[in-house]
T-cell receptor, first 113, second 116 residues
């Protein structure tokens, strides 16, 4: 049973436009959410996170929105750049650092120049 | 800067061989994890460890074992490699703590293992 779902395997966006990546979760015990970015042949790198007590967190071009009632979060990238082309993973946590993150299957973002 | 290193970037092994994948972190993190990444399946947790000599099964432990003799080192062992274990293997570490930074996992560069 998939607790974290990224329903779009891929997304193509024009350079300069907004990219919106979506993530849904089923476990209401999750209290912290993270986005990771992964280039081919590299390990994932942390991008941005949000606590369940917030509904928005912003870091430069990246904003994450959390809708707890809908169990939905989204990552907005504005403006999108060709270097943003990568696979993005949504992850959720339900405890302290020794509780494994639960990852979605990822969304491949292609930003077209 | 947190650094997680993995012993090999690319590895080719034959079916039936015993394979060791090593992971070392330099941030004194308590927790370490092994994942595999396959197209369309995302990151799947194989094993994790929250302390030296402690280990917990993840979602897909079959065919794998782990060893954590020192805090900084976490090894993944394929007892008898099979072709369906061809994959990208990723190691990660995280700290305990009551701050949300403790939830963040830091990943190594990955090992692309091919079993022929």
């Amino acid at each position: 049973d998939q607790q974290v779902k990224q329903n779009s395997p891929s997304l193509s966006v024009q350079e300069g436009r907004i990219s919106i990546l979506n993530c849904d979760y089923t476990n209401s015990m999750f209290d912290y959410f993270l986005w990771y970015k992964k280039y081919p042949a590299e390990g994932p790198t942390f991008l941005i996170s949000i606590s369940s007590i917030k509904d928005k967190n912003e870091d430069g071009r990246f904003t994450v929105f959390l809708n707890k009632s809908a169990k939905h979060l989204s990552l907005h990238i504005v403006p999108s750049q060709p270097g943003d082309s990568a696979v993005y993973f949504c992850a959720a946590s339900r405890g302290a650092g020794n509780t494994p993150l639960v990852f979605g299957k990822g969304t491949r973002l292609s930003v077209i120049a | 800067d947190v650094k997680v290193t993995q012993s090999s970037r690319y590895l080719v092994k034959r079916t039936g061989e015993k394979v060791f994948l090593e992971c070392v972190q330099d941030m004194d993190h308590e927790n370490m994890f092994w994942y595999r990444q396959d197209p369309g399946l995302g990151l799947r947790l194989i094993y994790f460890s929250y302390d030296v000599k402690m280990k917990e099964k993840g979602d897909i432990p079959e065919g794998y074992s782990v060893s954590r003799e020192k805090k900084e080192r976490f090894s993944l062992i394929l007892e008898s490699a099979s072709t369906n274990q061809t994959s990208m293997y990723l190691c990660a570490s995280s700290s305990d703590g009551d701050s949300h930074r403790g939830y963040e996992q830091y990943f190594g560069p990955g090992t692309r293992l091919t079993v022929t």
